[in-house]
């Protein structure tokens, strides 16, 4: 009940195309939902972060989509680029005590020129 | 100063040795993670400290121990390690008490145990 599940595990899009990762959870004491971006070598990176009691949130290209009543949300990378390859990981956080993060499998993007 | 800083980067260890991995951050942050990351996958969580006091250990076995001497260091002691312990070691910090959410990770130190 506490996993985050993501999907695909792999995606190649072209440059200027649009890049979109879906991320699925169960548990409802989840209330923040963070996106990490990770280089190869470098420990991860926040990119962007949702709260369930907000419906979308853009920041750039990047746009987090949040389904509550689907308890699902995506990430859409508009204009994609070279640059952009590399790890994607959504994560969920668990309110109670320490407040941890449970991490989805990661999505490994390809962009090419 | 954003920076979760840790050392050493890379680290080749014997079966027998006895090693220690340091994080440091000036943030005021008063929650620290441990994190182990094998390759592809995602971050899977070792220790918290919150307020210097260690608030969650994912059954972690006793050859990690970790140690938070003071609100910007953090430590993870390793003494007879096996193989399957190499990976990405990353360290992570977090205001703790309330918003911003964000936990900022450092580089990370990729251990080897031979």
């Known amino acids: 009940q506490q996993q985050v599940k993501q999907s695909p595990q792999s995606l190649i899009v072209q440059k200027g195309g649009i890049s979109i990762i879906n991320c699925a959870y169960e548990?409802?004491?989840?209330?923040?939902f963070p996106w990490y971006q990770q280089f190869p070598g470098k420990g991860p990176a926040l990119l962007i972060a949702?709260?369930?009691?907000?419906s979308e949130k853009k920041e750039g290209r990047f746009t987090i989509s949040f389904n509550k009543s689907a308890k699902q949300f995506s990430l859409h990378i508009m204009d994609s680029q070279p640059g952009d390859s590399a790890t994607y990981f959504c994560?969920?956080?668990?309110?109670?005590?320490?407040?941890?993060?449970?991490f989805g499998q990661g999505t490994r993007l390809t962009i090419n020129p | 100063d954003t920076e979760v800083t840790q050392t050493p980067k890379h680290l080749v260890m014997g079966m027998t040795n006895k090693k220690s991995l340091k994080c440091e951050q000036h943030?005021?942050?008063?929650?620290m993670y441990w994190y182990k990351q094998k390759a592809k996958k995602p971050p899977e969580l070792m220790f918290v400290?919150?307020?210097?006091?260690?608030?969650i250990n994912e059954s972690v076995p006793s050859r990690f121990s970790p140690e938070c001497p003071n609100s910007s260091l953090l430590n993870l002691h390793l003494h007879a390690l096996q193989p399957e312990d190499s990976a990405l070691y990353l360290c992570?910090?977090?205001?703790?008490?309330?918003?911003?959410?964000?936990?900022?990770f450092g580089p990370g130190t990729r251990l080897t145990v031979l």
């Open positions: 992570a910090s977090r205001r703790a008490g309330g918003p911003p959410d964000e936990q900022f």
């Open positions: 548990n409802t004491a989840f209330d923040y």
């Open positions: 949702i709260r369930p009691d907000v």
């Open positions: 994560a969920a956080r668990i309110i109670q005590g320490a407040q941890k993060l449970v």
């Open positions: 943030m005021g942050h008063r929650a």
């Open positions: 400290y919150s307020y210097e006091k260690l608030s």
